[in-house]
């Protein structure tokens, strides 16, 4: 992945690790994504891809490390005593800020791919049906 020293990262992993019970699923994970940088992840089954982009979706705790989205780190506030879990509803409000096709799609299949794309930021964000299209 190329760096670009220029731009501001969006997405910015750093150090994290995920298991499932004794399984590693992600082990220090770094990864930095810019602004207008498109990036691909490849690995063989099982390597850990999907659950890389869940965790930044917040759909799984992760275990160690952190992840920033604009800087601002999720899922997380830090306190003077460390830590501290943010509310579901904090939660909420950042994962307003990013959208991701599941790998078993979730689509609706009655509707066209425009309305796919363009529902949810009507119903999260109040656009109007012509700024989301
Ligand atoms: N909820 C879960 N509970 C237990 N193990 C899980 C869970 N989700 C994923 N895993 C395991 O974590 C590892 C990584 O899975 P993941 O789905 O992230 O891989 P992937 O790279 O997306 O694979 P694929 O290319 O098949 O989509 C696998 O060993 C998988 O079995
Ligand atoms: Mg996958």
Not at 29 to 58: H, M, N, W
Not at 85 to 95: E, F, G, K, P, W
Request: some cysteine; proline content about 3%; overall charge neutral.
């Amino acid at each position: 992945m190329k760096s670009s020293p220029d731009a501001a990262p969006v997405v910015d992993v750093r150090s994290m690790s995920k298991h499932f019970g004794e399984l590693t699923a992600l082990d220090n994970v770094d990864l930095t994504v810019y602004e207008r940088e498109v990036v691909a992840i490849l690995g063989r089954s099982g390597s850990g891809k999907s659950t890389l982009v869940r965790c930044v979706d917040q759909l799984e705790e992760i275990d160690s490390g952190a992840i920033y989205l604009d800087g601002e780190l999720l899922g997380y506030e830090r306190t003077s005593s460390g830590l501290r879990t943010l509310s579901d509803s904090a939660r909420r409000i950042q994962r307003r800020r990013m959208s991701m096709v599941f790998q078993q799609f979730n689509l609706f299949p009655h509707w066209t791919v425009l309305r796919n794309v363009t529902e949810a930021p009507m119903v999260a964000h109040g656009l109007s049906r012509a700024d989301a299209r």
